[in-house]
Nanobody, 114 residues
Framework: VQLQASGGGLVQPGGSLRLSCAASRTIHSSVVMGWYRQAPGKQREFVASIRSGRDPNYADSVQGRFTISRDNAKNTLYLQMSSLKPEDTGVYYC?????????WGQGTLVTVSS
């Protein structure tokens, strides 16, 4: 499966963005999908994940500000980001875990700056 992330850009602190991750084929709702990010000079870190039948998981740093969702009919994963902070800056990657293997999208850059 191929994943295509999009929606990144430059936004002011306090602003919002919605990221999308389109899959090249149908991914069952029971498959865990998630978002990760990598800030300049730092390691990639977990942001949020989702799968059917369970509550979404969020990193403490984004809890209450970000919302992960998926549209299975469109094979698309979303990340709605609100109240953005400069420390949210980084490249955001989507991931799907299929049959014990991780598939990553190419990343989309989010820059939060005034």
């Amino acid at each position: 499966v191929q994943l295509q992330a999009s929606g990144g850009g430059l936004v002011q602190p306090g602003g919002s963005l919605r990221l999308s991750c389109a899959a090249s084929r149908t991914i069952h709702s029971s498959v865990v999908m998630g978002w990760y990010r990598q800030a300049p000079g730092k390691q990639r870190e977990f942001v949020a994940s989702i799968r059917s039948g369970r509550d979404p998981n969020y990193a403490d740093s984004v809890q209450g500000r970000f919302t992960i969702s998926r549209d299975n009919a469109k094979n698309t994963l979303y990340l709605q980001m609100s109240s953005l902070k400069p420390e949210d800056t980084g490249v955001y990657y989507c991931k799907a875990r299929l049959e014990s293997e991780d598939y990553w999208g190419q990343g989309t850059l989010v820059t939060v700056s005034s």
